[in-house]
């Protein structure tokens, strides 16, 4: 572990809030990757299983008021923020209850209202979105600060450079994290780029960059409380680079067969979930049986959130038809 | 009345309503201190200051990304794009993410966006920036298309854009910023879906919008000498478009020509047709005539230019084959 991590000494109550988090996605993925082989949900499921590290820490280093923007990967990133797990499956399963009313998907959920510009299927699409959201904030004289979660794959798409460009020139309070998980869809980032350290993209225009080790959910943590810190003094943007693996193929139904086994022994031996819990342990003296509470809670509380989306109901073409007459 | 220019009357609305709303903003190239190519934009940054009156570099699809972005926040965005040719570098922040969001997320997320540009032939300036793309817009749901053609419209409708809460493409016509005509002073709005009759008749229904209005009333003026009675409707707006307006005019004149400067294939002008046939086909007493420009890219040549958009002449000729006139009756007229 860090050293300055530990010498920080984190609370409890911290380190229970960044294991919880973490572990939230990782059953609501495990579980939800279940509903999906029963049938039960439709479409594109993109796991965030081994990339867990990532949105709990962001996340856990921003406040109310802030925004963040999402990746087609986002679920991960909707728990860490804060959403609700009941209404999230709801969505999963096209129920009226769910983020969007089922007109979304997994691809789509936001929450408006609570600063989260929403998932999005287009790679590298959540980048201008961030920025303008960090420019609202500017212009209303606002201290928020914006992430955009990222790919790699998103890294070679024009809107990258473009938005992050515009952030600099206009010192916005923004935060561009990007997850390398080395892999666009089944591309790897060697064959995508002469150059695989990501962060260095930012150096060239003028941004404050890091790299960090996106399995290692504290970590992350306090180098985004340093981005933000740095954001909120007016020095912004920071450019983070996390790098990571996924713990399967791009999506449910992608066997990733192209990824070195190796490499996936690596990572996972590195889990975030795995790291999480250590630190909980050794830093705060939290015994198995506390640990084992906290997760059947959560696996619980998942449970529950199937139960409500199950028994919720679904649009009528009728109500639709009435939401889209302005169309 | 006064008179001033469509391009002040545009500056007159976003006037307006920055000091209305703090929360409108406007970005572009050379907007600020430079004032604007069509110098809509002038005179604002010294008003409202650096924060809400931005230049960017030449990134469009970023530009345009990062005022849907802001719009999405809540903020009221003016994105100016030199060209509409140019907005085709942002299509996917159009196209896939202001016009889907509020579907995309159950209703909750609104767009209110506005992307200022200007489209259309005429300036000798060739094949990437002469073009009128209405219809791509025109086909994807969720997006509204606002084409004035007179500046109290160009306020009017401009004001109206920035208190809604859609994604708008405010689409201008590069020929039409030095044009003069009546504006109210202070509060003037023209809503969405509400359609114009620049000039009554009875005789002929002329459905025109953005630079082919003024067409179509020389047109009609032409006609008239004639003693043809030509009306001339500018649904000022294409999505949503104002239907009830349209169909009333057929149903008195019984004969139509649409006229659009934009290539025929595909275009805003076939839809309106086959709304119309829909709508009101034993309304009519002869086949819709639809002017509009030939389906190649616009040439630099002037008079291959004029030959590539409808001019006044296919405009009248169009009108008498609506009204089963002989060219040869005409000529010994």
């Known amino acids: 572990m860090d050293e300055a991590v530990k010498r920080n000494a984190p609370s409890r109550e911290f380190l229970e809030k960044i294991f919880r988090t973490a572990y939230r996605i990782r059953v609501f993925e495990t579980e939800g990757i279940k509903l999906y082989r029963q049938g039960l949900i439709r479409g594109y499921f993109h796991p965030y299983l081994g990339q867990e590290g990532i949105a709990t820490g962001v996340c856990a280093a921003l406040r109310e008021g802030d925004y963040i923007a999402s990746t087609h990967r986002g679920h991960g990133h909707c728990i860490a923020w804060g959403a609700d797990v009941k209404r999230m499956v709801a969505e999963l399963l096209q129920k009226e209850t769910g983020y969007c009313r089922g007109y979304g ?155 070195p086994e190796e490499r996936l022994a690596y990572y996972k031996a590195r889990d975030p979930i795995d790291r999480a819990r250590a630190a909980l342990v050794e830093m705060s003296g939290v015994d198995k049986a506390d640990i084992d509470a906290i997760e059947a809670e959560i696996a619980a509380e998942f449970a529950e959130a199937v139960d409500f989306a199950k028994e919720s109901r679904e649009v009528t073409a009728a109500e639709f038809r009435q939401f889209v007459a302005a169309y | 009345m006064r008179e001033i220019m469509y391009r002040e009357a545009l500056r007159e609305a976003i006037d307006e309503e920055m000091q209305r709303n703090s929360d409108v903003f406007i970005i572009g190239e050379g907007i600020a201190e430079r004032g604007g190519s069509y110098k809509v934009t002038e005179g604002l940054l010294a008003k409202y200051g650096a924060r809400r009156v931005r230049d960017t570099p030449i990134a469009e699809a970023g530009m345009i990304g990062v005022g849907v972005g802001a719009a999405i926040a809540g903020a009221r965005p003016i994105v100016e794009i030199l060209y509409v040719d140019f907005a085709m570098l942002g299509m996917d922040m159009i196209v896939n993410q202001a016009a889907k969001f509020r579907l995309m997320t159950g209703g909750d997320g609104r767009v209110p966006f506005v992307m200022r540009t200007q489209g259309g032939a005429g300036g000798g300036v060739a094949a990437q920036h002469s073009q009128s793309l209405e219809a791509l817009f025109y086909h994807i749901p969720g997006l509204k298309v606002v084409m004035p053609s007179a500046p109290a419209d160009a306020k009017g409708l401009l004001k109206y854009a920035l208190r809604q809460d859609d994604p708008v493409m405010f689409l201008e016509h590069k020929h039409l910023y030095m044009t003069k005509g009546p504006v109210p002073e202070g509060e003037h709005i023209v809503e969405f879906g509400k359609a114009d009759i620049k000039r009554p008749g009875r005789d002929v229904t002329i459905i025109a919008w953005s630079n082919m209005v003024p067409r179509a009333l020389e047109a009609a003026a032409a006609l008239a000498e004639e003693g043809i009675e030509a009306e001339v409707v500018d649904p000022r707006t294409l999505v949503p478009l104002d239907t009830e307006t349209i169909l009333a005019s057929v149903a008195r004149t019984n004969r139509v020509v649409i006229v659009q400067e934009a290539v025929r294939r595909g275009g805003v002008a076939s839809d309106i047709a086959s709304i119309i046939q829909e709508e009101a086909f034993y309304e009519l007493d002869a086949p819709i005539e639809i002017v509009a420009g030939l389906n190649i890219p616009i040439p630099f040549n002037l008079e291959l230019e004029k030959a590539s958009v409808p001019q006044k002449d296919d405009v009248i000729r169009a009108a008498r084959r609506a009204l089963h006139i002989q060219p040869t009756a005409i000529a010994a007229k």
């Open chain 1, 105 to 259: 998907g997994s691809m789509h959920i936001a929450d408006i209202g609570k600063g989260n510009l929403g998932a999005n299927g287009i790679v590298g699409a959540g980048t201008p979105l961030g920025v303008g959201a960090a420019l609202a904030a500017q212009i209303r004289g606002s201290d928020a600060v914006t992430v955009t979660f990222t790919t790699d794959g998103a890294s070679n798409n024009g809107t990258f450079l473009e938005s992050l460009n515009l952030a600099a020139i206009w010192n916005l309070n923004f935060i561009l994290v990007i997850e390398n998980n080395q892999y666009a869809v089944s591309t790897p980032i060697e064959e995508a780029t002469r150059d695989a350290d990501l962060y260095k993209r930012g150096l060239s225009i003028g941004v404050e960059s890091h790299q960090v080790d996106g399995n290692d959910p504290l970590a992350v943590y306090h180098l985004t409380r340093e981005a933000v810190e740095t954001c909120r003094a007016g020095k912004g943007p920071v450019l983070i680079e996390a790098k990571t693996f996924r713990h399967m193929g791009h999506h449910v139904n992608d066997p990733g067969k192209y990824m």
